[in-house]
C-alpha cells in the first residue's frame, strides 16, 4: 500500500463546477499536510497548507480527517486555469520526510 | 524577490560523465532537499540537509552527492554511478522540518 494515496483522475470537469479530491495517507505519525499544484513540466507550487480544524482560500477549502486518515481539496466555481495536477504531501512526525502522492489530474473545460 | 534557483533549466550529457546541478536560495531556510521526479511517479528523496555541513541520504541517494558549504547553496552531483539519471530534478527548501517546503523550478536532464 503507497503511503499516500490519490486517484490519478483525470477529473473532467465543466467551467464553473465544484471538484472535491480526496488523499489518503498511512503513516500515522503524519503531522503536517499540504496540498500542491503542479503544471505540465513545472514545479509544484503550494496551494495551501492543511489544518486540523479545516481551512479555506477563496475557491479552494481543505479538510483533514486525522481518525479516517484522510485529507480532502474542495475547488469551488472552477476556472480554466484551475487545470493542473494537484499533489497531496505528508511530512512526518520528528523528520524532515516528506511523503508525495502521485497526483490527481484535473482539467476544466470551457 | 525571495526564492529558489536552479541552473541550468536543460542539461544534457553523455552516460558515464558527472553533472552538477545547481540550487540557490535566498528565503534564510535552514532545511534544503533535493527531489527527482519521474512520469507517473510522485517525487522521491534524494538527500536532505537540515543545516549548513551536514546533510543525509534520502530514499534513493545512490549515484548522487551533495554539499552544504553556504546556507544558501545546496548543489547536486549525478555521478556516473546513478544507472538511470535521466529526470526531473527539484530542489526545495523549508523553514524547519514539517513546515511548507518551496521548490525552484527545476531541472531537466537527459542522459544519452
Known amino acids: 500500500r503507497k503511503e499516500v494515496e490519490q486517484d490519478p483522475g483525470p477529473f473532467n470537469v465543466p467551467e464553473g463546477a465544484t471538484v472535491a479530491f480526496n488523499c489518503t495517507y498511512s503513516?500515522?505519525?503524519?503531522?503536517?499536510f499540504f496540498w500542491y499544484r503542479q503544471d505540465c513540466r513545472k514545479e509544484p507550487k503550494l496551494l495551501m497548507s492543511v489544518y486540523s480544524s479545516g481551512n479555506e482560500d477563496g475557491r479552494f477549502t481543505a479538510q483533514l480527517n486525522r481518525a479516517s486518515q484522510y485529507i480532502s481539496l474542495l475547488i469551488r466555481d472552477s476556472k480554466l486555469s484551475d487545470s493542473a495536477t494537484y499533489l497531496c504531501?505528508?511530512?512526518?512526525?520528528?523528520?524532515?520526510?516528506?511523503?508525495f502522492g502521485t497526483g490527481t489530474r484535473l482539467k476544466v473545460l470551457a | 524577490d525571495g526564492g529558489i534557483t536552479q541552473s541550468p533549466k536543460y542539461l544534457f550529457r553523455k552516460e558515464g560523465q558527472n553533472v552538477t546541478l545547481s540550487c540557490e536560495q535566498n528565503l534564510n531556510h535552514d532545511a534544503m532537499y533535493w527531489y527527482r521526479q519521474d512520469p507517473g511517479q510522485g517525487l522521491r528523496l534524494i538527500y536532505y540537509s537540515q543545516i549548513v555541513n551536514d546533510f543525509q541520504k534520502g530514499d534513493i541517494a545512490e549515484g548522487y552527492s551533495v554539499s552544504r558549504e553556504k546556507k544558501e547553496s545546496f548543489p547536486l552531483t549525478v555521478t556516473s554511478a546513478q544507472k538511470n539519471p535521466t529526470a526531473f530534478y527539484l530542489c526545495?527548501?523549508?523553514?524547519?522540518?514539517?513546515?511548507?517546503?518551496?521548490f525552484g523550478p527545476g531541472t531537466r536532464l537527459t542522459v544519452t
Open positions: 503513516n500515522s505519525a503524519s503531522q503536517s
Open positions: 526545495a527548501s523549508s523553514m524547519v522540518e514539517g513546515r511548507e517546503q518551496y
Open positions: 504531501v505528508v511530512s512526518l512526525s520528528g523528520t524532515y520526510k516528506y511523503i
